[in-house]
């Protein structure tokens, strides 16, 4: 496997709520305020980054995109946006699913190889890698160090 020479794309660090702006995180499943997204509860930070809320955006791409263009569309949706990773894509599987496009695949972030990445089946939880090259559903999330 050649995961050690992949360039990943970064998990973004999440945005820090200043003390006096802080936010008390809604319910999970409830809109998070002044985003527009649902709150999917806490998320561990990976390679060093904080834990962090996370905020599944309301977004949507017009449809299918493949691993690349999906990659760029979630960083394009807004301040500090991206695809979710694997382990972002259980968190919502976990708590969200009845937010999420349950009868197709969905991109994460997270590649296993040069020329494969991992997607999500949200109706059973199902991971697993596509070629990149393939054509999925795509969904953005947003970090807030917890």
Partial sequence: MEAATLQAPA???APTIAAAAAVIPPAIGQPWPGVDGIYAGVSRGEDGHPDAHLVLLNARPSGELNWKDAVAWAAGVGEDTHL???FESAL??????DQLDTDYW???STQFSAAYAW???F???SQ????KSYEARARAVRRFTA
């Fill in 11 to 13: 998990t973004p660090a």
């Fill in 84 to 86: 979710p990773t694997r």
């Fill in 92 to 97: 919502l599987y976990a708590h969200l699913r």
């Fill in 106 to 108: 969905h991109w994460t």
């Fill in 119 to 121: 997607t999500q089946l």
């Fill in 123 to 125: 109706y059973t939880g």
């Fill in 128 to 131: 697993y890698y596509d070629i």
